[in-house]
């Protein structure tokens, strides 16, 4: 059995192209494998809470000394580590919102990103502790386009973000499909998204 945890972080609903292109690959994926257990999570309709006061001394505090009002600062996060960690395949849809990441996708990443749980402080540097072999596909949407190469690969503060944070909890294993140029005329967008579609049809048999 191969569980996927599916993540949509869009607060779009039909309009939302991450949103659409991570329905194709996963039906996909259900429709070619057998045995596929998906867990959907919906950060852009029901986001989870920021971390706040109370969640950090919970996080910093040895679960021996937590109190009932750590223990309860910490539930929802401990579960959504639990979450994660089952998984074996991770489909994300992420739209590139001010040069980043959605702040629900954020808020998430603070959730899950635990130190004990996803990674550790060793004497020798910080590890990440959950397993390389997973796979991580990473599917964008942006109005604009940041080639490698040119002067506007800089404002992409989105697939070098999440490469480096996933590959500090251990992942590593991280493809990206960009949907780009959606809102710079037909053709660009048209063009995009046929690459992208042609890159999800691919990674269905390859992945
Ligand atoms: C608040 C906001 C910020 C955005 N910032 C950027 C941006 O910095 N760069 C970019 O290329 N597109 C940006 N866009 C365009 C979205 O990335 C694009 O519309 C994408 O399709 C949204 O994903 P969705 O279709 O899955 O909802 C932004 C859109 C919104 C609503």
Not at 128 to 133: A, I, R, T
Request: no cysteine; aromatic share 10%.
């Amino acid at each position: 059995m191969a569980n996927i945890l599916h993540i949509d972080t869009s607060p779009r609903g039909e309009r939302s192209i991450s949103r659409a292109l991570t329905s194709e690959f996963v039906t996909s994926w259900k429709d070619t494998h057998s045995g596929v257990n998906v867990t959907y999570r919906d950060l852009g309709r029901n986001p989870v809470p920021h971390v706040d006061e109370s969640w950090i001394a919970a996080a910093f505090t040895p679960v021996e000394a937590h109190t009932p009002e750590l223990t309860e600062a910490i539930k929802v996060s401990n579960e959504l580590v639990d979450e994660f960690l089952a998984a074996d395949y991770y489909v994300f849809g992420v739209p590139m919102y001010n040069l980043s990441i959605p702040s629900t996708f954020k808020a998430y990443i603070d959730q899950i990103v635990r130190v004990g749980r996803t990674f550790a402080i060793t004497e020798n540097g910080y590890q990440g502790l959950v397993d390389s072999s997973k796979k991580v596909l990473i599917i964008t949407s942006r109005g604009g386009t940041f080639p490698p190469g040119t002067p506007y690969e800089v404002y992409d503060q989105q697939e070098p973000y999440l490469r480096i944070l996933l590959g500090f909890i251990g992942l590593t294993d991280v493809t990206f499909i960009h949907a780009d140029s959606l809102n710079l005329g037909d053709e660009p967008r048209q063009k995009s998204l046929a690459a992208a579609k042609d890159a999800i049809a691919q990674l269905v048999n390859n992945w």
